[in-house]
Protein backbone atom coordinates (compact mmCIF):
# COMPACT_ATOMS: atom_id res chain seq x y z
CA UNK A 1 0.00 0.00 0.00
CA UNK A 2 1.09 3.63 0.10
CA UNK A 3 0.56 6.75 2.08
CA UNK A 4 -0.14 9.83 0.60
CA UNK A 5 -0.74 13.23 2.17
CA UNK A 6 -1.73 16.59 0.72
CA UNK A 7 -1.19 20.49 1.62
CA UNK A 8 -2.66 22.30 1.69
CA UNK A 9 -5.94 20.57 2.94
CA UNK A 10 -8.82 23.33 2.02
CA UNK A 11 -8.17 26.95 0.74
CA UNK A 12 -10.03 30.10 -0.08
CA UNK A 13 -8.45 31.84 -2.87
CA UNK A 14 -8.81 35.05 -5.17
CA UNK A 15 -9.66 35.17 -8.48
CA UNK A 16 -6.56 35.64 -10.35
CA UNK A 17 -4.01 34.04 -7.66
CA UNK A 18 -2.32 30.82 -8.20
CA UNK A 19 -2.23 28.10 -5.56
CA UNK A 20 0.36 25.04 -5.36
CA UNK A 21 -0.98 21.98 -4.02
CA UNK A 22 1.76 19.32 -2.94
CA UNK A 23 1.41 15.19 -2.73
CA UNK A 24 3.86 13.24 -0.98
CA UNK A 25 3.89 9.70 -1.26
CA UNK A 26 5.57 7.29 1.53
CA UNK A 27 7.06 4.94 -1.24
CA UNK A 28 8.53 5.63 -4.47
CA UNK A 29 6.00 5.31 -7.55
CA UNK A 30 7.03 5.97 -11.14
CA UNK A 31 3.53 7.51 -11.88
CA UNK A 32 1.45 9.59 -9.73
CA UNK A 33 -1.96 11.14 -11.25
CA UNK A 34 -3.63 14.22 -10.97
CA UNK A 35 -7.51 14.51 -10.33
CA UNK A 36 -10.44 17.50 -10.45
CA UNK A 37 -13.29 16.94 -8.81
CA UNK A 38 -16.09 19.40 -9.34
CA UNK A 39 -18.63 19.56 -7.06
CA UNK A 40 -21.39 16.79 -7.14
CA UNK A 41 -19.17 15.44 -9.90
CA UNK A 42 -16.85 12.55 -10.60
CA UNK A 43 -13.28 12.30 -10.96
CA UNK A 44 -11.63 13.61 -13.86
CA UNK A 45 -7.55 13.36 -14.49
CA UNK A 46 -5.98 16.59 -15.62
CA UNK A 47 -2.01 14.82 -15.80
CA UNK A 48 0.24 11.84 -15.26
CA UNK A 49 3.44 12.95 -14.01
CA UNK A 50 6.29 11.24 -14.66
CA UNK A 51 10.07 11.93 -12.22
CA UNK A 52 12.05 13.13 -14.96
CA UNK A 53 9.77 14.27 -18.14
CA UNK A 54 7.34 16.33 -18.51
CA UNK A 55 3.68 15.75 -17.61
CA UNK A 56 1.12 14.22 -20.00
CA UNK A 57 -1.91 16.50 -19.86
CA UNK A 58 -5.40 14.78 -20.72
CA UNK A 59 -7.79 16.52 -23.25
CA UNK A 60 -8.86 19.83 -21.58
CA UNK A 61 -6.28 20.52 -19.71
CA UNK A 62 -2.79 22.83 -20.35
CA UNK A 63 0.29 23.19 -18.71
CA UNK A 64 0.07 26.87 -18.48
CA UNK A 65 -2.92 26.28 -16.69
CA UNK A 66 -1.87 23.46 -14.62
CA UNK A 67 1.76 23.12 -14.39
CA UNK A 68 3.28 20.25 -12.76
CA UNK A 69 6.38 19.57 -10.83
CA UNK A 70 7.85 16.10 -10.08
CA UNK A 71 10.97 16.02 -8.73
CA UNK A 72 11.77 12.91 -7.33
CA UNK A 73 9.99 9.65 -6.80
CA UNK A 74 8.08 10.74 -3.70
CA UNK A 75 6.32 14.19 -4.35
CA UNK A 76 5.05 16.36 -6.87
CA UNK A 77 3.17 19.82 -6.79
CA UNK A 78 0.14 20.88 -8.85
CA UNK A 79 -0.43 24.67 -9.96
CA UNK A 80 -3.81 25.84 -10.34
CA UNK A 81 -2.94 29.09 -12.10
CA UNK A 82 -4.76 32.60 -13.00
CA UNK A 83 -7.30 30.94 -10.75
CA UNK A 84 -11.62 31.53 -11.58
CA UNK A 85 -14.92 30.53 -9.32
CA UNK A 86 -14.55 27.51 -11.93
CA UNK A 87 -11.48 25.90 -10.65
CA UNK A 88 -13.42 25.44 -7.26
CA UNK A 89 -13.26 21.39 -7.18
CA UNK A 90 -11.42 19.28 -4.68
CA UNK A 91 -8.10 18.15 -6.42
CA UNK A 92 -6.49 15.00 -5.20
CA UNK A 93 -3.39 12.80 -6.46
CA UNK A 94 -2.83 9.76 -6.53
CA UNK A 95 -0.49 6.37 -7.36
CA UNK A 96 -0.39 3.52 -8.34
CA UNK A 97 0.54 0.13 -6.03
CA UNK A 98 4.08 0.88 -4.89
CA UNK A 99 5.01 -3.08 -5.53
CA UNK A 100 3.45 -2.78 -9.24
CA UNK A 101 1.41 -6.40 -7.99
CA UNK A 102 -2.03 -4.51 -8.65
CA UNK A 103 -3.80 -1.95 -10.34
CA UNK A 104 -5.13 -0.52 -7.84
CA UNK A 105 -4.69 3.27 -6.70
CA UNK A 106 -4.09 5.04 -3.72
CA UNK A 107 -5.27 8.38 -3.06
CA UNK A 108 -4.65 11.54 -1.12
CA UNK A 109 -7.32 13.03 1.41
CA UNK A 110 -7.53 15.99 -1.68
CA UNK A 111 -7.41 19.79 -1.72
CA UNK A 112 -10.80 21.30 -1.40
CA UNK A 113 -10.20 24.87 -3.11
CA UNK A 114 -13.00 27.53 -3.37
CA UNK A 115 -11.84 30.40 -5.49
CA UNK A 116 -13.53 33.94 -5.05
CA UNK B 1 -14.80 12.09 -20.85
CA UNK B 2 -16.09 9.48 -18.65
CA UNK B 3 -15.96 6.12 -19.03
CA UNK B 4 -19.38 5.09 -18.31
CA UNK B 5 -22.37 5.67 -16.61
CA UNK B 6 -23.72 4.67 -13.00
CA UNK B 7 -26.95 4.00 -11.69
CA UNK B 8 -28.78 4.51 -9.34
CA UNK B 9 -27.28 7.93 -9.42
CA UNK B 10 -28.31 8.18 -5.82
CA UNK B 11 -30.01 5.70 -3.46
CA UNK B 12 -31.36 5.83 -0.25
CA UNK B 13 -32.07 2.56 1.98
CA UNK B 14 -32.36 1.63 5.50
CA UNK B 15 -29.96 -0.52 7.54
CA UNK B 16 -29.96 -3.30 6.75
CA UNK B 17 -31.20 -3.77 3.47
CA UNK B 18 -28.89 -4.47 0.48
CA UNK B 19 -27.35 -2.00 -1.36
CA UNK B 20 -27.46 -2.49 -5.59
CA UNK B 21 -24.79 -0.04 -8.06
CA UNK B 22 -24.45 -0.41 -11.53
CA UNK B 23 -22.07 0.52 -13.92
CA UNK B 24 -21.57 0.43 -17.67
CA UNK B 25 -18.84 1.12 -19.56
CA UNK B 26 -17.98 2.09 -23.46
CA UNK B 27 -14.35 0.18 -24.26
CA UNK B 28 -13.00 -3.04 -23.82
CA UNK B 29 -11.35 -3.31 -20.12
CA UNK B 30 -8.35 -5.19 -18.40
CA UNK B 31 -9.99 -4.76 -15.14
CA UNK B 32 -13.12 -2.64 -13.63
CA UNK B 33 -12.43 -1.52 -9.81
CA UNK B 34 -14.74 0.33 -7.52
CA UNK B 35 -14.17 3.11 -5.31
CA UNK B 36 -15.58 4.29 -2.48
CA UNK B 37 -15.21 8.28 -1.18
CA UNK B 38 -16.48 9.82 2.07
CA UNK B 39 -17.63 13.15 2.12
CA UNK B 40 -15.79 14.72 -0.79
CA UNK B 41 -12.39 13.22 0.49
CA UNK B 42 -10.06 10.72 -0.93
CA UNK B 43 -10.78 7.47 -2.37
CA UNK B 44 -10.75 3.60 -1.11
CA UNK B 45 -10.07 1.11 -3.15
CA UNK B 46 -12.91 -1.32 -2.41
CA UNK B 47 -12.46 -3.96 -5.22
CA UNK B 48 -10.97 -5.50 -8.26
CA UNK B 49 -12.48 -7.54 -10.80
CA UNK B 50 -10.38 -8.84 -13.71
CA UNK B 51 -11.62 -8.99 -17.76
CA UNK B 52 -11.95 -12.80 -17.27
CA UNK B 53 -13.46 -13.09 -13.73
CA UNK B 54 -17.54 -12.74 -13.81
CA UNK B 55 -18.14 -12.71 -10.06
CA UNK B 56 -15.74 -11.50 -7.03
CA UNK B 57 -16.30 -11.34 -3.44
CA UNK B 58 -14.85 -9.49 -0.47
CA UNK B 59 -16.48 -9.56 2.74
CA UNK B 60 -20.05 -7.98 2.09
CA UNK B 61 -18.80 -6.63 -0.96
CA UNK B 62 -20.18 -8.73 -3.97
CA UNK B 63 -18.80 -7.53 -7.62
CA UNK B 64 -20.10 -9.18 -11.23
CA UNK B 65 -19.17 -8.29 -14.46
CA UNK B 66 -20.63 -8.75 -17.87
CA UNK B 67 -17.96 -8.18 -20.84
CA UNK B 68 -20.71 -8.83 -23.44
CA UNK B 69 -22.79 -5.98 -21.98
CA UNK B 70 -19.66 -4.10 -20.55
CA UNK B 71 -21.51 -3.38 -17.38
CA UNK B 72 -20.76 -3.77 -13.56
CA UNK B 73 -22.30 -4.29 -10.53
CA UNK B 74 -21.50 -3.61 -6.34
CA UNK B 75 -23.67 -5.62 -3.75
CA UNK B 76 -23.36 -4.48 -0.49
CA UNK B 77 -25.45 -6.91 1.89
CA UNK B 78 -26.30 -5.83 5.13
CA UNK B 79 -26.00 -2.45 4.82
CA UNK B 80 -24.83 -0.42 7.56
CA UNK B 81 -25.09 3.46 8.72
CA UNK B 82 -21.16 3.56 8.11
CA UNK B 83 -21.90 2.49 4.44
CA UNK B 84 -23.13 5.95 3.58
CA UNK B 85 -20.62 7.51 0.96
CA UNK B 86 -20.13 8.22 -2.94
CA UNK B 87 -19.03 4.79 -5.06
CA UNK B 88 -17.52 4.99 -8.40
CA UNK B 89 -16.00 2.18 -10.52
CA UNK B 90 -13.41 2.78 -12.56
CA UNK B 91 -11.48 0.63 -15.92
CA UNK B 92 -8.21 0.74 -16.58
CA UNK B 93 -6.91 2.14 -20.04
CA UNK B 94 -3.02 2.66 -20.26
CA UNK B 95 -2.36 3.28 -16.72
CA UNK B 96 -4.97 5.75 -15.73
CA UNK B 97 -8.21 5.47 -13.75
CA UNK B 98 -11.25 6.32 -15.63
CA UNK B 99 -14.44 6.92 -13.53
CA UNK B 100 -17.76 6.90 -13.72
CA UNK B 101 -20.37 9.00 -12.73
CA UNK B 102 -21.01 7.61 -8.73
CA UNK B 103 -23.70 6.18 -6.74
CA UNK B 104 -24.43 8.32 -3.83
CA UNK B 105 -25.65 5.97 -0.98
CA UNK B 106 -27.12 6.78 2.19
CA UNK B 107 -27.49 4.12 5.06
CA UNK B 108 -30.32 5.19 7.13
CA UNK B 109 -30.29 3.50 10.76
Known amino acids: SAVISQKPSRDICQRGTSLTIQCQVDSQVTMMFWYRQQPGQSLTLIATANQGSEATYESGFVIDKFPISRPNLTFSTLTVSNMSPEDSSIYLCSVEDPTGKTYEQYFGPGTRLTVT | SQQGEEDPQALSIQEGENATMNCSYK?????LQWYRQNSGRGLVHLILIRSNEREKHSGRLRVTLDTSKKSSSLLITASRAADTASYFCATTGGGKLIFGQGTELSVKP
Open chain 2, 27 to 31: TSINN
